[in-house]
Every structure is written in structure tokens, then in C-alpha cells.
């Protein structure tokens, strides 16, 4: 099934006669990975390979990171995701299942079967500039000064 070319017709609850409504795969996508990236401990979502090619193009991707799958008014979803460091993972995962389920129902009224979640990485904190400085280290004067005496005591043995 190609992804890209789904559409879901919904009939109009009040009056058949109004029309249909349809939903794109990709409105469904960019629906979860949004619910998704809005749960606290997910760092980001992660790049499908369409989506890359899509990023470095400049376009940016807000379905990144997720799989969809429609038949007939039931959805699959697949997010890939990397979470932050130091976040209980099952809760995470529990919470954007609870999330995205809510949201896709409730936005498009269509019937979300399942949320397979695939964690793909943690993102560690960089290190703050208090964090590099060692207790030990010198204050940059007191190097500078002893950096000096030794270049002093290397002049002076080279002249003997």
C-alpha cells in the first residue's frame, strides 16, 4: 500500500448530501508526529529517509518520524522517536500512545488500531562549561606565569 496516495472518505454524519470529506495520510502524519513531539521526555522525532532528502531540500518535514497506515476508517500509526536522557521510557511511550490515539480520533474521527512506538536514541544533555572545568585546573594566570618559567628555564639551559 502506498502511503503517500491514501485518501479516507468520511460521509458527513448530518447529511449524506453535503458531500464527502477526505483525509490525507499525510494530514494524518503530520497530526501524530506533532501529538507526539508535544509529550515531555521526546526529544525529537526521527528522520525517515523521504524525510531526510525533504530537510536537506530546505522543505521542513512535520510528519517526520512517522509511518501511517489506513484501511478503510482504522489507522496504524509507527513513530520513531529519541527520547531524552534521564525519561522513564515506558512512560513516555505510554503517554504518546495515550496522546496521539486521542488526538487522530478526536481530529479526524477516524478509529486508531494501534501506536507502535520504536525508540531509536536518547539525547544526552551537553556538557555545561561548569561541568568541563576540573577543581584541579589552574587559574589561566598561574598557567600562563608557570608556562613562562619554563620556557625562562629552557632559554637558559640552551645558553649554557
Known sequence: MNEDNINVNLSVENNADDGNVSISSDVVAVIAS?????????????????????????????????????????????????VEYGAKIPEVAWEIQEKVKSELETMTGLNVVAVNISVEGIKVPKATDADEVSEEAEPVEEADEAAADEIVEITEESDE
Do not use: P, R
Open 34 to 82: 506533532l501529538a507526539a513531539s508535544s509529550v515531555e521526555g521526546v526529544a525529537e522525532m526521527v528522520n525517515s529517509l523521504k524525510g531526510g532528502f525533504s530537510e536537506l531540500l530546505g522543505k521542513k518535514n512535520l510528519s517526520k518520524g512517522v509511518k501511517v497506515s489506513i484501511e478503510d476508517k482504522n489507522v496504524t500509526v509507527d513513530l520513531f522517536i529519541t
